[in-house]
C-alpha cells in the first residue's frame, strides 16, 4: 500500500450545501483511499499519497497547494482522467474504472486544445451538445443559448482563432456546459487570463454553478480564486503528502470582485491559507 501521512478528510454536506439531502455517496464524489505513483526514471515518485476525501453535491472545492504537490493528480483521479495506483473513486454514484463519467466535464488552462479550431464557435458549442440532440427535442440550435451565457452570441460564426484568449475560455466553459454536466472538473481554467477577464469568467463560473447545480473540483494557484469561488479549499501539504487543510469557506452570497474581496472574513480565510501553503511541511 502507498501511504506517507494517510489523511481521512471526510465530511458530509456541510451547511449552505443546496442539496444537503442527498447523500455525497449516491450523488458526490468520494474518494476511498486513493494514491498515484507514477513510474520515473530515477524509480517510483508518489504522486498522492493515500487520501480519502469526500464531496457533497453541489460543492464548490478549490484545490490549493504549492507547485508539485499532487493538485493535478489529485483533480485527474476524482475526474476519471487517471486510474490510482489503489484504491477507489465514485463519482455521482458510479464507480471509475479507467474512463470518465459521461455527467462530467473539464476545462484546463490551455483551452485552444479543448477547441475544434476549425469549426466556429457556434458548431463548437453544437458539438458539446451532441450527445443530448439525439435524446431530447434539443436542436444545434439552442448552441445560441450557451452562447448567450458566456457572452458570445455576437461572434457565434467566427473561428476560435479569431476570439481573444478570455473569449476562448468562455467558450471552452459553454461547451462544457452545453452538455449539461452535472460535474465540472476545473484545471488552473483562469491562469492564462488578463486580470479583467479572469475576474468576468469567475464570476460566470459561480452564475453558472448556482444555475445548473453544478459540483465543481477546481485546481487553482491563486488562493484569492480559491476563497472567492469555493464553499470549500483543501490544501495540499508538498510531495504528494495528500491533505494538509480542509477548510469550509463560510462567506455569503452572492459573492462580489469589491465587496467580497475587501471583507474582513475573506481576508481572514486568505491569511489563514497563504500560510498554510507557505508553511505546510
Ligand atoms: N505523467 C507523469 N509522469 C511522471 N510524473 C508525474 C506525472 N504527472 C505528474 N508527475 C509528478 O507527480 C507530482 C505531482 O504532480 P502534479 O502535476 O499533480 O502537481 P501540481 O500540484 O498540480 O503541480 P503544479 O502546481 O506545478 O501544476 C510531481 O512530482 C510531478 O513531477
Redesign the pocket.
Known amino acids: 500500500a502507498v501511504s506517507r501521512h494517510a489523511s481521512r478528510h471526510d465530511r458530509g454536506a456541510a451547511p449552505g450545501d443546496r442539496d444537503a439531502g442527498a447523500s455525497p455517496a449516491r450523488a458526490g464524489i468520494v474518494v476511498r483511499d486513493v494514491a498515484k505513483v507514477?513510474p520515473?526514471r530515477h524509480g517510483d515518485?508518489l504522486?498522492l499519497a493515500s487520501t480519502d476525501v469526500t464531496v457533497a453535491p453541489g460543492q464548490f472545492v478549490a484545490i490549493v497547494?504549492r507547485?508539485?504537490?499532487?493538485?493535478?493528480?489529485l483533480l485527474r483521479l476524482m475526474a476519471g482522467l487517471n486510474a490510482p495506483s489503489q484504491g477507489c473513486v465514485t463519482v455521482g454514484g458510479e464507480v471509475l474504472r479507467g474512463r470518465p463519467p459521461t455527467f462530467a466535464r473539464f476545462v484546463f488552462q490551455d483551452f485552444s486544445e479543448s477547441l475544434f479550431q476549425w469549426q466556429t464557435v457556434a458548431r463548437n458549442v453544437a458539438f458539446g451538445l451532441r450527445h443530448r440532440l439525439r435524446h431530447s427535442g434539443l436542436t444545434p440550435a439552442d448552441a445560441d443559448h450557451y452562447l448567450s451565457q458566456v457572452g458570445l452570441a455576437s461572434v457565434a460564426n467566427r473561428y476560435p482563432h479569431e476570439l481573444s484568449g478570455g473569449m476562448q475560455q468562455r467558450l471552452a466553459i459553454a461547451r462544457a456546459l452545453a452538455s449539461a454536466p452535472r460535474f465540472l472538473f476545473m484545471d488552473e481554467p483562469f491562469s492564462a487570463i488578463d486580470a479583467l477577464s479572469r475576474a468576468r469568467l469567475q464570476d460566470l463560473t459561480l452564475q453558472l454553478w448556482h444555475e445548473l447545480s453544478l459540483t465543481v473540483v477546481m485546481?487553482t494557484?491563486d488562493i484569492d480564486e480559491a476563497v472567492y469561488l469555493a464553499n470549500r479549499v483543501l490544501v495540499?501539504a508538498p510531495d504528494?503528502a495528500g491533505i494538509a487543510h480542509d477548510l469550509e469557506i463560510d462567506l455569503p452570497w452572492p459573492r462580489t470582485q469589491l465587496g467580497t474581496k475587501e471583507s474582513a472574513a475573506f481576508l481572514d480565510y486568505r491569511r489563514s491559507l497563504t500560510k498554510w501553503v507557505v508553511e505546510t511541511e
Request: with cysteine; aromatic share 6%.
Open positions: 507514477y520515473g515518485v504522486a497547494g507547485s508539485g504537490c499532487g493538485k493535478s493528480t485546481v494557484h495540499l504528494g
